[in-house]
């Protein structure tokens, strides 16, 4: 064990197994986790090459075959907890999406939703033997954020009782679905269905892609895949094309809409409840936002104590570079927003999963409210966290360039997660349309709950001078901190509206009033999620007994309200809920968080309690041996296999003759 | 040619040709460029297999096939001139660095600069022949930004008129260097100077790395690639250790140190002299930030003309997604920033040259100001132009997560530019010592010129009621705005200057109180470089005589200044430099500006004047035919060269019998 890292370890103030529990929901949740981790990471056959030193096409073999025997090896140790599944699943593929995850994720849910009896008879059987491969095609090369712009089609023909799919043009291609380029037997496409020429808007089909025995693709269809990517290089991520494929009627997906033999077709009862699995789907998002960003907090604050660099005083030995204060600064806030979107994760996890049941019970009431902010909270963390990762990777100097850090890798899988599954900005400006309705409700006399409660309040938030205000902020209590950035979102929204309302006047539709707002209503909704992530860390406080662990995560709290209140202090000046000595007083305070948080920043990371095997990060090591193993990682490189490279004989020696 | 882009064309107010002008300096430099260009495009000896489709091995070999290429057509063409050939190199390898850059950017100039003429005989010709390849070794494994920390040891030996060369640590393993890993056969490395038990301090010496005939490498040198990096995967940057490595005594560069044959040490003369290269590269580097960002923003804005997505009135045609106010705002900006940083590059090499000139006639007076400026500069250019580039990359959706858009690769190249040449962060402080020297100078009675004799004014600048001000800001005027940011720098300048007062009154060490002051430094430093490039930007415009080209020119230096404003508007709050109802008015401005640049967006990045072959990016393409050749480049992907994977056989199908 490194000397300096073992110090910074003895000086930590509180108990990092107790929070370790905390993170992980219980002491037995915390025990099961690292026995399923045992169990992959003693696993022999799940061995692997560093990905960072194979072509494209051996990562995605590697993975293929790792995938295959994850399978094999759930269903042999009888692992069937979802949770569960997606440990092991993570510690098979450490920070990678693999070519079964679509199948896995996708294919087979939307099966169990949308499938009739007899379809789940046909398909789920073979698709759960891994006979079937499916993906999931929605997106095509020209269209992604506007469903209805899919060009995809689905022609049912009377005479075969068959429907006949087409791609019409060269942007209806289906695009990026994952393991639909090499994995994929199966497509779920989604496609536009028309019948006795008349269109009926989207629906779902299963369309057989390649030979179940040869994987060949079969006639009518041309498949492959769409070519390297930042990241993702395990992922087959694929284009299918259709030229007059015909599939049989019984092929659509037929639970909700039918099209009958005839030709005629019957619409869904609702189209509400795939709200639900939008809601879900984006709480896993805000899950990884924490879990990235925990990963590159961990290796940039270990390095940080174990690195050494330049001088504070001359003369004494060079300091750890978490000594610096322009380094706490970067590193100390990133931190406690890791902890933020941990708490606002595990919030939207069990919210999801109380609504769920009051679905279940037909009960639609708070779905609106919490698919509005499980969009703006999804594109609130996921981009913060994107610039975060990179902060914590420039912060390790030039190593952190090096695939052996991790962190470029860390980057670009989660990069993606601010465009998929909603494009932010989109996502910014449906909760802004939440937002907007519900102030126009308070506007014409109705009173709010839930979240945009504080709505209701908006006539005492007018801008007016601070000694105006009821309000006394105390710039060391959350709650008072939690209340200014309510009002400030309070303000933000109705600047937004105003801007509407102006656009009005001057005889915009309202169409153009909205899209000549957006600056504003993204900055409404960014400002409503900041509010949320403050006020939940606030509430989790509340039931966090261990005094001592309960000191350390205020001073986090704190640290990510003031440090948000300092990057955004025009906003808070502008609507006079602050004053200019306060603010100076916050940058102030700033400082003595970070000095506060210094001696535990070490046991903070250390109890998001990654094993080594899942970092994966030579800079990031528990021993904190980092030198060592980066001489060792780099003799590894495919380039040292020989000492002299080929291209010397064959470009570099000739050329002296000709020169 | 894409209908849609060639209607943004035909809207362009100005002449793309005569701007394109202004930006390469005259009319016969465009001309000159242009000839070059299609001298490298038209060379069948130039044509590459997309790198993205090669392994890491295949990019290197490629590569220095190519720059074997180049350098012996170079000579054959007779070009000489340093811009023309980096033109002609940015043409062989399009925005990547390549494995002879340090060859010939380090060794053949540090020879110049730090050889006899006996050693200049020695090895000059044979490294511009390429039988000597060179490489520059500073930085190791455990050193980088501080160099008096570095461990390498060079000890003499009288009795044989030999430097022993060892490293003594694995953390002084050398590391990083570009060309390293396999190229070269010599290194100048950097290693601290022992003769007769007395240190020295670090010096420069020739080392032999590898057999000249055999490139083995040469008894105790162990000498690789350092492994994958976040991009550069052209270049072996590599690691060397040195065991008990003899090299003769005039193998160490002399020209301005010597070590006499009996062992004894002749100090140099001046060390300032070097500041002078570390400016030039620095000035390089602010001109890479406005390249590589305009080359992000020429792919964004062409493809977000041809992107249609989503509606803003219902039932109309999908709009162009460059007509969303959100795009719009993300990106027109990020075109001002490229726009700025062009003209501050401008500025920074004219003022090198001139400054070069004084400097041979012995006079070093503006040499301090200019090494502090270009210390900042570099790390605010760089800093900005590596977020803005991922924006670019973001707002492209889907598609710019493909190599194809180009836009990762631009992005993996640009970013290690905020680390190497000076850490940005250390940088910020370099540039913040000599402010903070200077306020110090002010506060004694000095009068201070130059670009720092703002802060002569500092007394009048203490925070006060903006209706106390004598400066009437006008949002329209840019003179006026770049006052408001001088002023803004000189109020920051002094918070930086009184925190380090008080941390001293507390008892704190200079250094301590430094340290603990460094925050506010940086931000001081921040804002001084703000102000430089909002005034850079102002001053250029009163070059530009064309009355079209000078309008649509001080539209983007006016969203440059007012954007700044509003993403600090506490700065200027705070201050009181502005108040509630202008910073308003600034969102609103900003709103219009937007609309007033939207029909000259196509044309201000055409004006860029990247061919098609440089971008290399499908989405960027001149002619806006997108989806075509997204389709052809996916379907040339490696994975497609066999219909099945053989991973299908090796593990899916075997798989199914046991499930």
């Known amino acids: 064990m490194n000397p300096d890292i073992l110090k910074e370890r003895r000086n930590a103030t509180f108990d990092v197994e107790k929070?370790?529990?905390?993170?992980?929901?219980?002491?037995?949740?915390?025990?099961?986790?690292?026995?399923?981790?045992?169990?992959?990471?003693?696993?022999?056959?799940?061995?692997?090459?560093?990905?960072?030193?194979?072509?494209?096409?051996?990562?995605?073999?590697?993975?293929?075959?790792?995938?295959?025997?994850?399978?094999?090896?759930?269903?042999?140790?009888?692992?069937?907890?979802?949770?569960?599944?997606?440990?092991?699943?993570?510690?098979?593929h450490p920070g990678r999406l693999e070519p079964l995850d679509l199948h896995l994720g996708m294919f087979l849910p939307t099966l169990l939703n949308q499938a009739t009896p007899e379809q789940m008879d046909r398909f789920f059987m073979p698709a759960w033997n891994l006979e079937i491969i499916g993906t999931y095609a929605q997106t095509e090369m020209g269209h992604g954020t506007h469903l209805r712009g899919l060009e995809t089609t689905a022609t049912y023909d009377p005479a075969t009782q068959e429907f006949v799919l087409n791609s019409p043009t060269i942007s209806s291609i289906?695009?990026?679905?994952?393991?639909?380029?090499?994995?994929?037997?199966?497509?779920?496409?989604?496609?536009?269905?028309?019948?006795?020429?008349?269109?009926?808007?989207?629906?779902?089909?299963?369309?057989?892609?390649?030979?179940?025995?040869?994987?060949?693709?079969?006639?009518?269809?041309?498949?492959?895949?769409?070519?390297?990517?930042?990241?993702?290089?395990?992922?087959?991520?694929?284009?299918?094309?259709?030229?007059?494929?015909?599939?049989?009627?019984?092929?659509?997906?037929?639970?909700?809409?039918?099209?009958?033999?005839?030709?005629?077709?019957?619409?869904?009862?609702?189209?509400?409840?795939?709200?639900?699995?939008?809601?879900?789907?984006?709480?896993?998002?805000?899950?990884?936002?924490?879990?990235?960003?925990?990963?590159?907090c961990t290796i940039v604050i270990r390095y940080s104590v174990v690195r050494h660099q330049s001088e504070i005083r001359a003369g004494e030995p060079e300091p750890q570079i978490l000594d610096y204060q322009t380094q706490q600064y970067k590193l100390f806030p990133l931190l406690a927003t890791a902890y933020a979107f941990k708490f606002v994760g595990q919030y939207m996890k069990a919210t999801y999963n109380r609504i769920i049941g009051d679905i279940s019970q037909g009960d639609l009431t708070e779905l609106p409210e919490l698919h509005a902010m499980s969009a703006g909270l999804k594109a609130f963390t996921t981009?913060?966290?994107n610039s975060a990762i990179e902060v914590c990777r420039m912060s390790c100097g030039g190593h952190g360039y090096s695939c052996s850090s991790a962190l470029p890798d860390i980057y670009v899988q989660f990069t993606p997660t601010c465009t998929y599954e909603g494009e932010n900005t989109v996502m910014m400006l449906q909760t802004a349309r939440y937002l907007l309705k519900s102030y126009r409700q308070v506007k014409a006399g109705q009173q709010l709950s839930g979240i945009v409660s504080y709505l209701n309040e908006h006539e005492r938030v007018q801008p007016q001078p601070v000694s105006a205000r009821p309000t006394v902020v105390d710039l060391n209590n959350l709650s008072s901190l939690a209340e200014v950035y309510k009002l400030r979102a309070a303000i933000l929204v109705e600047l937004a509206a105003k801007s509407i309302q102006q656009e009005l006047q001057s005889r915009k539709s309202q169409e153009d009033a909205w899209n000549n707002s957006s600056i504003?209503?993204?900055?409404?909704?960014?400002?409503?999620?900041?509010?949320?992530?403050?006020?939940?860390?606030?509430?989790?406080?509340?039931?966090?007994?261990?005094?001592?662990?309960?000191?350390?995560?205020?001073?986090?709290?704190?640290?990510?309200?003031?440090?948000?209140?300092?990057?955004?202090?025009?906003d808070f000046l502008q609507a006079g809920l602050l004053n200019v000595p306060q603010i100076?007083?916050?940058?102030?305070?700033?400082?003595?968080?970070?000095?506060?948080?210094?001696?535990?920043?070490?046991?903070?990371?250390?109890?998001?309690?990654?094993?080594?095997?899942?970092?994966?990060?030579?800079?990031?090591?528990?021993?904190?041996?980092?030198?060592?193993?980066?001489?060792?990682?780099?003799?590894?490189?495919?380039?040292?296999?020989?000492?002299?490279?080929e291209s010397f004989h064959k470009y570099l020696k000739p050329l002296r003759a000709k020169l």
């Open 174 to 296: 289906k695009w990026w679905a994952g393991g639909l380029g090499k994995t994929s037997n199966h497509a779920i496409v989604l496609a536009q269905l028309f019948s006795h020429g008349h269109s009926h808007g989207l629906h779902a089909f299963i369309v057989p892609i390649r030979h179940m025995s040869t994987h060949e693709p079969l006639p009518g269809i041309v498949v492959g895949d769409i070519g390297p990517k930042f990241g993702f290089s395990e992922v087959d991520n694929g284009f299918l094309k259709l030229e007059n494929v015909r599939i049989p009627r019984e092929n659509m997906l037929m639970k909700h809409a039918k099209v009958e033999p005839d030709g005629s077709y019957v619409k869904p009862a609702s189209t509400k409840l795939t709200y639900g699995t939008m809601v879900f789907i984006r709480s896993l998002i805000v899950g990884q936002s924490a879990l990235s960003l925990a990963k590159a």
């Open 584 to 645: 100076l007083q916050v940058s102030v305070r700033i400082k003595e968080l970070l000095a506060q948080l210094r001696p535990n920043a070490v046991a903070l990371v250390d109890a998001f309690d990654f094993p080594d095997n899942m970092l994966k990060s030579v800079l990031g090591r528990y021993d904190g041996n980092v030198y060592e193993n980066l001489f060792e990682w780099a003799r590894r490189s495919p380039l040292n296999r020989t000492e002299v490279h």
């Open 520 to 570: 504003d209503l993204v900055r409404a909704s960014d400002a409503h999620c900041h509010y949320i992530v403050v006020k939940l860390f606030t509430d989790k406080l509340g039931e966090i007994g261990d005094t001592a662990i309960h000191s350390v995560m205020s001073t986090l709290a704190l640290l990510y309200a003031l440090h948000g209140i300092k990057n955004n202090s025009g």
């Open 19 to 92: 929070l370790t529990h905390i993170l992980d929901g219980s002491p037995e949740r915390t025990r099961r986790k690292r026995e399923i981790e045992t169990m992959v990471f003693n696993d022999p056959d799940f061995q692997e090459e560093d990905p960072n030193f194979l072509s494209r096409s051996e990562r995605y073999d590697q993975a293929v075959r790792k995938s295959a025997q994850m399978i094999q090896k759930l269903r042999e140790y009888g692992i069937a907890d979802p949770d569960e599944i997606l440990i092991y699943k993570s510690c098979v």
């Open 383 to 385: 981009w913060s966290a």
